[in-house]
Each structure stands twice: as C-alpha cells, then as structure tokens.
C-alpha cells in the first residue's frame, strides 16, 4: 500500500530537546563540540549539530538534530562520505538526508575528514576520523551572512560545493591510507559517486530516490528486531514538497478507521521499561513530518493523516496513560519527565503517543 502526502511548510514545537551548552566561535573546533550546542559568533546565535557518518541509521542523527530544533537558526555538519577502511564501512550522503533537513529549515554544512587514527586492534580500519575545520568555519561564516532559506543554501552547496569537495574527501583518504598504511575501499566507488554531479544536482536526486525506494522496498518486507507491532501492515508513504521534491519513508503500521489513516512509527525496548530517548526522539522527528501532512490519499481517496508515536515494551507490565503517569510503579522519575514533556509535545502539535506492553520475545 502507498500512501501519498504534501508538506507546504512545518509547524512544530519541540519539547523533549536538551539544555544546549554554549560555545563562541572564537575557539571553534568542531571535533571538540558535543553532538549538538549553540554557538554564539559576534551576536550570531544558532544551534549545531554534527553526524559521525552520512547514514541516517548510525548514531542517532535524528537525535541531534531534533535537540537544535528548539533555535532559531540551527546548522548541522554532515561528512559526504566515510570511509572507516576496507575492513570497514563505506558511507555516501544521500539525496533524502539532504531533503529532509531543508524541509526542518536546517543549513547543512557538507563536510570531509581530514585526518584519522589506525585502529588499535582490526587491520585496515581507522577510527577517531576528524574532519577539516577550517572548512566548516569558513561555511558557517557564510551562513552568517546568508539571508535565503536553508533549502536554498543546501542546494547551492551541492551544486557549486560538492564536485571539489568529493575530490578534497577523496584525495583525504588517500593521504591518511599512505601515513597510517590502511588500505580503503576501492576508488572507483568515489568516481561513480562524483559522475553524478557531472550533470547538475539532477543525477544525484534520481540516484538517491532510486537508493530510497529500493530500501522503502525491502523496509515493507522485513519487520525490524526493535519492532514490535500489533499488526503487521506497513506502507510505504511518499511525501511532496511545495517544489515537486518528493521523499520516500515507510510507516512501521497503518490503521485505517473510516476517514481517518492512523500513521505510526514504533519504537520497542526488550530489556528496558521505555525505548532509549535516541530511539524517542528518532521517532519525534518522524512526527514532525507526518503532523504538517497535506492532502494525503491512498487510492485516489482522500484521508486525514493521524500521526501516533508508539513505544512498545517486553518489560511493561501494563499499558500506561497519560493521567497514570505521575502514579505509575514501573517508572522511575526520569522516565516520568520524559514521558510528562513526550505527551505535552503530542497535545500541542497534534499527534498521539501509545505506549504498550508486549509479550516477551
């Protein structure tokens, strides 16, 4: 099942983001800086975030992000590619990452690793990777001075930036594989990923899409280890901006009730009483979405989206409420605050939080 969607703009107000430490630009490095801070640069204030690895399902980058979203300017640091050596990983920035974060009004600053460690252990890996900090002050200086949106900045760095930028990363490797004695993964992989900016940012765009419906593909036939659903409808949802920019997700679970779609993304926990708050807030930014949909149809008919957080738990022994939550046993304070703010967020931008028990599997 394929459900189709808009977004003309998003309107959201976050409550479960960290208290941000505060930072001046005066000493910046990005390798020191936590995974997100505000940053003060002569008056400038704005939120920062960085990923480890251009992969959207490593390290909670969603999580970071979300805890900048509560700024009025807010930035992220992303590598273009990583590579942690031919026993390694290989990781190129996709299309929809770079989608998504200008449909969150966030400037990306498209980033390389400029040095690194040899693994102390495994053979032709690295660790520690560092990225160039020079170039992402420059950047960040130019988004101090730019006045258009962040989806305009994100395209002009992929159009004007990226071609040099692949090559700096490229050429990076080859320098730390020489000094440290690692080999990488095979050359040809940058140079396929570099043709497609040959073009314009076009071929990147198809490429990436094609990447996304294959795995919202594959996401339809599997049911995650840290899923556990109370059915086992999936859809894929495909969701188009105010320019035709189209970006591809698939819901954990569908419910349709009438009129009403009921689109949820499942977190489960087996040897906790909740998901992690990464897992949360992975799944909050996903609410983001699905809470600003528009003229949202399947089959040609027409439905109203209900958005619906569901955390699931094997070591819940009952479900819990939002009145029961300040009276329940299992949870202890923290989790308590947690879920205090999680459905305050929920009332105020309109969607729904269920959390369930589960059999134990």
Not at 34 to 51: Q, T, V
Not at 181 to 201: R, S
Not at 225 to 249: C, D, M, Q, R, V
């Amino acid at each position: 099942m394929n459900i189709t969607a808009k977004i003309t703009g998003i309107e959201y107000t976050p409550k479960l983001t960290n208290k941000l430490l505060v930072f001046d630009f005066d000493n910046f490095n990005i390798n020191d800086l936590p995974a997100n801070c505000l940053i003060n640069y002569d008056g400038f204030s704005f939120g920062l975030s960085k990923w480890v690895s251009p992969k959207r399902t490593r390290s909670y980058p969603y999580e970071r992000v979300y805890n900048t979203l509560g700024t009025a300017k807010r930035v992220t640091v992303i590598p273009i590619i990583k590579d942690e050596g031919k026993k390694g990983d290989r990781d190129f920035i996709q299309w929809d990452t770079v989608s998504l974060m200008s449909l969150l009004d966030v400037f990306v600053v498209f980033a390389y690793y400029k040095c690194a460690e040899k693994h102390p252990k495994r053979e032709n890996k690295v660790t520690k990777q560092q990225f160039d900090n020079e170039l992402i002050k420059q950047k960040i200086s130019e988004i101090k001075n730019y006045h258009s949106s962040a989806l305009h900045w994100n395209l002009k760095e992929i159009e004007k930036s990226f071609p040099k930028l692949i090559q700096k990363a490229k050429s990076s490797y080859n320098t730390i594989s020489e000094q440290l004695d690692v080999e990488f993964h095979n050359e040809q992989g940058i140079d396929k990923f570099a043709n497609q900016f040959i073009n314009g940012v076009e071929d990147f765009m198809q490429t990436s899409r094609h990447k996304a419906q294959e795995a919202q593909n594959r996401e339809m036939q599997t049911i995650q280890p840290k899923e556990s659903l109370s059915t086992l409808t999936k859809a894929t949802i495909t969701i188009e901006n105010y320019l035709g920019g189209k970006y591809y997700f698939t819901t954990d679970e569908i419910k349709i009730d009438n009129d009403k779609v009921f689109l949820i993304e499942a977190k489960h926990s087996k040897k906790s009483i909740l998901p992690s708050i990464g897992d949360i807030k992975d799944g909050l930014l996903k609410m983001i979405l699905y809470s600003n949909l528009k003229d949202v149809s399947i089959n040609d008919i027409t439905y109203t989206a209900v958005p619906v957080l569901k955390l699931t738990s094997s070591k819940l022994t009952s479900n819990i409420f939002q009145s029961e939550i300040r009276t329940n046993s299992e949870l202890n304070q923290r989790q308590k605050d947690i879920l205090i703010k999680l459905f305050n967020e929920a009332n105020e931008n309109n969607f729904k939080v269920v959390i369930e028990k589960t059999e134990k599997q």
